[in-house]
Each structure stands twice: as C-alpha cells, then as structure tokens.
C-alpha cells in the first residue's frame, strides 16, 4: 500500500503576521485523515488568544479579531504544548505530515522549540507545494494553496480558516499521489528526501531568473522544510 492509502496528519496556522519570532500564532488545526479522506475523531483545532493585538488587516485574512481571541481563545502556552505532543506523537507513530509551505508552519513551530531550548521532532512531511512546483514545473499561474487545489479537480471554500485548510491539504497530498507516480511509489520518507532536492532545485531556477530581471531573491538561501 502507498503512504496515501493510509492515515496521513494535516498541520495549519492563522497568525498575527509572517514572521515567526516576531509575531504569534491564533489558530491552529491538527487533523488526522483515514485512507478514505475521513477526518478521524482524534483530529484538533483551536483559536488560540495570542496575548496580544491582531493587526486589523491579518484579521481581514483569517477572520480572527483580538476580541474574538481573548473571547473563544485557549491558553498560548497550553495549545503550543498541545502542539508540540502531536508533533512528537505522530513522529513516533510514523505518520506523514502534510504541510502546504511547510517552511512557515514549521518555522513558527522551530522559533518555538527554540525558546524551550529543545528540538522538533524528526518528521517526514509531504509538502505538495514544493511537489506542484517539481512535478508540473513549467505550469504558468500562481502556486497558493487555493490555485493549486483547484487545478487538481477540488473546490477550496472558506480559505485562510486553518481547519479548512489543513483538510484541503491533506486531500490535496492524495489527490495528487493519484496523478503522479513518483509521489505515489515513494515511502513518505523517500519523498521526503526527494523534497529536500526538489526545493533546491525550484530555489536556484528561482534566483537565476530574478538575476535575468535585474533583482536579487534569498529564496535559494532558505531550506526545506524548516
């Protein structure tokens, strides 16, 4: 049986902005997948009050006040060790975890391991935003979570809830181990590996082509995932 045909986990953030030591998580989803696309029992999300402002234009993306947080929120530093046990937890039950632009969640995620002075556990994710851009390279249009949904066949609604969309993620990672083999075929560990490759690819066609328009990109200094 392929990894896909399997229970695969899903992992999303809202946060107050982009940068992971900076700013704050207020939502977070942890959803587990059966084979058959079921959202298991055991799966987890939650707002998350960030103990601080939201600025109002990232609360016009996921639709998250600072009210609302203080509100319906849970406690910052008990969803984060929530957080960190699934993460433990599915490492040890060698389940993969699907990640779309696995860099920003898990960086956030890395910021925070590193404030308890400890470290992520090892983990194979499937990030199908660096598998679209490999597998389909020369495919003009934009590559968000949403564009590249509704090029293979799914219909995302309600976007930048992170519930919805770590669901779509993981359908997504099945749907397109369907169409290619190289995903399919691979353990996840493999494909994990084949990631790490193919991001280092995409980043240095990526900074070739900012140099031929005159501008620089640190993309190719970023690794994947983390």
Known sequence: MSWSDKTIAAFDLETTGLSPYADEIV?????YQDGAGAILPESWTTIVNPERVIPSNVSAIHGITTERAIKDGVNLAGAIDELFQRLHDIATRDIPLTIYNAPFDLGFM???AERRSTNLPSL?????????????KYRRGARSLESVSRHYGLSPENLHDANVDAQLTASLAR???EKYPEMRDSS????HEK???WHNDWAESYAKFMQSKG???NVARRTWPI
């Open 215 to 217: 501008r620089r990109s």
């Open 110 to 112: 890395q910021a925070r």
């Open 195 to 197: 990631q790490i490759a």
């Open 124 to 136: 194979n994710i499937i990030d199908p935003l660096v598998c679209d851009r490999h597998l389909d």
């Open 175 to 177: 749907v397109m181990s």
């Open 27 to 31: 939502q977070i989803a942890f959803i």
């Open 188 to 191: 996840f560990t493999e494909l």
